[in-house]
């Protein structure tokens, strides 16, 4: 019975925390227990553990006599993992620069190939494009960090990736869904944003970079990269404003 239990808490963990990554589950959505068990077919009990689980790993929030709901985003909230990002992956693609062989190599190219040759959200916003992109983007990126060997800071870089796909995700959804209910002041600006920050052409550089062993470059190249997101966001987010 215990392994049964805990089978189903796995698999509503699971199921949740992927349609949270991918805002299947909009930031900011109720999670009602009685909606969650009729849309996945788990019971309470396995529902309630996959949540509180959710929201040790501030995926989720809870709120007393109002339950559970899906863990926000925001500017300030991007600006902050966009630092601690910076913070923790320079210095993991310096020592995989650094240590990386052969197969690295061959990794980073095979990675960069598979990006390159899918569709974008900018082309089509369907959820299976978009995914196959966010798989193949995070793909790249996970195989210009392989060669280090640091476990602490690939844990905490899996965690800052994990919370900011979330934001990744819906900023590239955004533009779309605002043009969708005729809010479309700063849309022409927000998809240019989002074709800078998605173009190939930024993860080439990087790649090339890496692949020279020019780790200053490489290190510059990855600030410019993280700090497109914020840039769609400003537009995305605020309308096309800079307001906070």
């Known amino acids: ?21 991918t805002t299947r589950l909009r930031p900011g959505a109720p999670l009602k227990l009685s909606a ?38 925001s500017r300030a909230e991007l600006e902050d993992l966009s630092r601690a990002r910076l913070v923790i992956e320079l210095p993991l693609l310096q020592e995989s620069i650094e240590k990386g062989g052969h197969e690295w190599e061959d990794a980073v190219v095979t990675a960069h190939y598979r990006l390159s040759r899918c569709k974008t959200a900018v082309d089509d916003q369907s959820d299976d494009v978009v995914d196959e992109w966010d798989e193949r983007h995070e793909a790249f990126h996970a195989a210009l960090l392989s060669a280090a060997t640091s476990p602490w800071l690939l ?28 809010l479309l002041h700063g849309y022409e600006e927000a998809m240019q944003a989002l074709r800078q920050a998605v173009a190939i052409e930024h993860h080439t550089a990087l790649m090339e970079a890496a692949l020279d062993r020019n780790i200053e470059r490489a290190k510059a190249l990855m600030t410019a990269h993280i700090g497109y997101t914020l840039h769609v966001y400003v537009h995305a987010g605020d309308g096309g404003t800079n307001k906070r």
């Open 155 to 182: 844990n905490f870089q899996s965690t800052i990736a994990d919370q900011l796909r979330r934001h990744h995700r819906f900023l590239g959804l955004a533009p779309t869904l605002r043009a969708a209910i005729g």
């Open 1 to 21: 019975m215990l392994d049964e239990g805990h089978s189903k808490t796995e698999a509503a963990y699971r199921l949740l925390r992927r349609d949270i990554l």
């Open 36 to 73: 969650l068990r009729n849309g996945y077919g788990i019971g309470w009990t396995p529902l309630r553990e996959a949540l509180s689980r959710l929201e040790a790993e501030r995926l989720v929030t809870s709120i007393s006599n109002r339950g559970f709901a899906v863990a926000p985003v």
